[in-house]
Each structure stands twice: as structure tokens, then as C-alpha cells.
Nanobody, 124 residues
């Protein structure tokens, strides 16, 4: 099983930017879709963004379209989430995840490897 470690979270003012990184180890993730999810206190974990195994297809939840961008570097076994124009409602713990297959899914159950999460807090 692959191990995932997120970094790059922190405290930022509304309108600011953060770039999250996720380092994968243990095995290559190049044959799998990967995604970012987030979870706020009292809420279910929700899909934020996903990218296909070769990076050719991306998918975003409506609330982050035009503000967030997911990318990956298969040579480095890395996943990224660039977050711009951040809003207080983006505050959450952000998790990277590797899907069991090659195609993007918004379902938590489609992902079999998860990081520990990184906190993102956006102040108003």
C-alpha cells in the first residue's frame, strides 16, 4: 500500500493562496487517479478535485472551480493542489488520496490510500 504525506497547509487571509503538496511513497501512483478531499468539523469528507493517471483529465467540485488547480508529477510521485482566492468556507483539513483505479471518482469509497491531512484555515 502507498503511504501519503501532505504538506503546505496553514493560516491565510481571505483572498490569499496556498499550495498543498502530497508525497507518495511505497509504490508508484502513476497508474492510478488521485484526488484531494476536505473535511470540516461536523461535516462529511467531501471531494475537492481529482486528476486522471496521466494528468489529462481533471474534475472539481463546483465551489472551487476557477480557484483551485490539481496537478501531478508522476516522475516524482507527487500530487499538488494550488488554491487561489481562498474563502473562509474553504477552511478544513485537506487530504490527498489515491484511487483504486485509473479514473476519477468523487466517492470516498473509491480511494484506498489516504494521507493524514493538513489543516487549511482561511480568516475573514
Amino acid at each position: 500500500q502507498v503511504q501519503l504525506a501532505e504538506s503546505g497547509g496553514g493560516l491565510v487571509q481571505a483572498g490569499g493562496s496556498l499550495r498543498l503538496s502530497c508525497a507518495a511513497s511505497g509504490r508508484t501512483i502513476s497508474s492510478h487517479a488521485v484526488g484531494w478531499f476536505r473535511q470540516s468539523p461536523g461535516k462529511e469528507r467531501e471531494f475537492v478535485a481529482g486528476i486522471s493517471r496521466n494528468g489529462g483529465t481533471t474534475r472539481y467540485t463546483d465551489s472551487v472551480k476557477g480557484r483551485f488547480s490539481i496537478s501531478r508529477d508522476n516522475a516524482k510521485n507527487m500530487i499538488y493542489l494550488q488554491m487561489n482566492s481562498l474563502k473562509p468556507e474553504d477552511t478544513a483539513v485537506y487530504y490527498c488520496a489515491v484511487a483504486s483505479g485509473a479514473f476519477i471518482s468523487v466517492a470516498v469509497g473509491s480511494y484506498d490510500s489516504w494521507g493524514q491531512g493538513t489543516q487549511v484555515t482561511v480568516s475573514s
